[in-house]
């Protein structure tokens, strides 16, 4: 069965970096698309990035351009976000999911603190 | 970027009653919006999608409609575990834009 689940979350200072993964099994990973989507304490969600399956395309939102990094390993199986720069508003939980979102496949989320 | 305008952002109603939420583009999407219900601590979970296409599993009180720039979704009778917080997502090109959400509560 189709399964997400990540690992890479904590605690950071202000100015800090952290790097997600999302590790995928149970389907062709290097066939699909896949997203992160966050939500800060007590707010809506909000879509971050994209990247297609091959990694050949990736899109940000204004909110994290510049700052964040999506990546992918086919050979891994692996989905990655790279957070730089990051600030208290960058405080919430981070879910990755498999594009097309009609799909549904969404891994647990993890947390990502920033504060000092 | 699309905006996407949801209303109301709070909703207080009864169990059994019929509630619509609303989302609103700033420019034709045609039919790609989805809509999520979220509760605290879970991934949010998908209803509809393409606007009016109910997802496996989900109980028909739900339904969706709308296509261009106004959507609704419709719960036809509250049931307790509806009372949620719910969000139309667009994904007609990127960015792709959540709404601000809808939090459902109990009158």
């Known amino acids: 069965q189709v399964q997400l689940v990540q690992s890479g979350g904590g605690v950071v200072q202000p100015g800090g970096s952290l790097r997600l993964s999302c590790s995928a099994s149970?389907?062709?990973?290097?066939?699909?698309?896949f997203h992160w989507v966050r939500q800060a304490p007590g707010k809506g969600l909000e879509w971050v990035a994209f990247i297609r399956h091959d990694g050949t395309s990736k899109y940000y939102a204004d909110s994290v351009k510049g700052r964040f990094t999506i990546s992918r390993d086919n050979s891994k199986n692996t989905l990655y976000l790279q957070l730089d720069s990051l600030t208290s508003d960058d405080t919430g939980v981070f879910y990755c999911?498999?594009?097309?979102?009609?799909?549904?496949?969404w891994g647990q989320g993890t947390l990502v603190t920033v504060s000092s | 970027a699309i905006q996407m305008t949801q209303s109301p952002s709070s909703l207080s109603a009864s169990v059994g009653d019929r509630v619509s939420i609303t989302c609103r583009a700033s420019q034709d999407i045609r039919s790609e919006l989805e809509w999520y219900q979220e509760k605290p601590g879970k991934a949010p979970k998908l209803l509809i999608y393409g606007a009016s296409r109910l997802q496996s599993g989900v109980p028909s009180r739900f339904s969706g409609s709308g296509s261009g720039t106004d959507f609704t979704l419709t719960i036809s009778s509250l049931q307790p575990e509806d009372f949620a917080t719910y969000y139309c997502l667009q994904d007609f090109n990127y960015p792709y834009t959540f709404g601000r959400g809808t939090k459902l509560e109990i009158k």
């Open positions: 999911a498999r594009d097309p979102f009609w799909s549904d496949y």
């Open positions: 149970g389907f062709t990973f290097s066939s699909y698309g």
